[in-house]
């Protein structure tokens, strides 16, 4: 019950500060050109990359929006989520298309935890009789 | 030239506020129309779908009709200045009682006619017969189909226009419209949402495939077109908490190279009271020609409305996004 209420009160007061200010803010997605700020010369080759790489190649805009959404929630990035369910939509990929590249993604990543139980088993068939 | 009125709509401004105006991030003192190649006439409101997207706000409950003096007048004009093109749009023109009047004889005065056709209102009384009319009269149709599959764009146009859109594709089709050297059948696609419509040709050729591959219907070619700021997707955007959003996406997608061929520059566009407007937009917010200019379609003059100043505000920006948009798709290359 302490252990409660205590939570409670510092949740209200971080809450009541002017000052109070969330990790992550969707209006920031618009600042990022900010990150220049102290290192121009750095976000400046970032974003020349960055740009080429999304630019039509060998593959389509089309399919690079759905690699950067499959990449976005594999990494957990809300900025990176939103701009490219929007990059996806602008490109003409509909939601069943963005799901299947979401739900591949995500199988890698489960597979990727699930291959790591053979180091489990090693790790036990190394100490077991 | 900016806009000297502040229109409003429930209360709020009637298109949004976006950080810097069109007027800025133009450039340019001026925007001039270079001639009047297209009279894109607005029948009325009345129509038989209510479409949450739609600039027009109309429904079938709307009464505003265009009158055949106007339509005759609108004839006047397209035949003693030779305009080339006749577009006629609502509402769903067929439902005027003088729209067959109209097409038949701007048919016969030698123009091209457009007739921006919804697909679904052939299935109403009285208009099962559109296909041969329009076949006929060797129209040009556009109609708008917002995806290839039913949940999309039953959720943008209402229950069940899907199907019956489906139904008059393969009825246009019959008759020979969007088959090969047949009459022009071009669909429109616009986004189910606050953000911008793809490539036209990628998404043109995911229409064309899937159209023909699940009800064997064929088309000429698809336009994009992008969701205006303004009347009910402007009320949408407001609900939604996508207004500020939206706007700095049109503003950051601004492309100098759609502006030589903004629609509004070749084209002047009437209402159903025969009111002249530089755009259907603009005729919707209820923005006049600038006021040393004719009013009215009654007082018609190519000489003065070819070279005409454009009445912009920021709303505009939604045509320059991007590969910009019109009622033929984008405008600039790729």
Partial sequence: MLRTGGRLLLTKLLLSQDKYMPYYNEEDLARFGDVAKY????????????????????????????IGLAVAVTVQCPYCIDAFTN?????????????????????????????HGIQSHNAHDKVSM | MQAGVQIERKGKRAFPSPQVSFQEVLGRDELRSLSVETLQVNVGKLCNQAC??????????????????????????????????????????????????????????????????????????????????????????????????????????????????????????????????????????????????????????????????????????????????????????????????????????????????????NLISVDWTGRLSDCDFNQMLEMPLAADLPQTIFDFDMESLSNRSIVTADHCFGCTAGLGSSCGGTVAAN
């Avoid at chain 2, 009682?97 to 109403?124: C, Q, W």
């Avoid at chain 2, 290839?148 to 039953?154: L, S, V």
């Avoid at chain 2, 009459?183 to 023909?212: C, R």
Wanted: proline share 5%.
């Fill in chain 2, 52 to 265: 949450k997207h739609c600039h027009v706000d109309a429904s079938p409950t709307r009464t505003e009709i265009m009158p055949r003096e106007v339509v005759d007048a609108c004839l006047k004009a397209v035949r003693e200045f030779e305009i080339p093109t006749l577009d006629i749009t609502g509402g769903a023109p067929e439902l005027i009682p003088d729209f067959r009047y109209f097409v038949t004889e701007a048919t016969a005065s030698g123009a091209k006619v457009i007739v921006r056709h919804n697909l679904t209102v052939m299935h109403e009384k009285g208009q099962e017969d559109l296909p041969k009319f329009f076949a006929e009269n060797r129209v040009e149709l556009v109609s708008s189909l917002p995806y290839f599959n039913a949940a999309k764009t039953d959720s943008q146009r209402g229950t069940g226009v899907f199907d019956k859109s489906i139904d008059a594709l393969k009825r246009l089709n019959d008759v020979g419209f969007g088959v090969e050297n047949g009459f022009t059948l071009n669909l429109v696609y616009n986004p189910l949402g606050a953000f911008l419509p793809p490539d036209q040709a990628s998404i043109e050729a995911d229409f064309k495939h899937e159209l023909m591959a699940r009800y064997g219907i064929s088309f000429n070619n698809l336009f994009t077109i992008t969701n205006m700021p303004i009347a009910r997707f402007l009320d949408w955007l407001r609900r939604s908490g996508n207004e500020a959003h939206y706007m700095s996406k049109l503003v950051n997608a601004f492309n100098p190279a759609t502006v030589d061929s903004l629609m509004c520059r």
């Fill in chain 1, 39 to 66: 290192k121009p010369e750095l976000f400046e080759k970032f974003m020349a990359w960055y740009g080429a790489c999304q630019e039509e190649g060998e593959l389509t805009k089309r399919e690079k929006a759905l």
């Fill in chain 1, 87 to 115: 990059s996806c939509l602008e490109n003409g990929s509909n939601m069943g298309q963005m799901t299947e590249s979401i739900h591949l993604a995500s199988a890698i990543r489960g597979g990727a935890s699930l291959i």
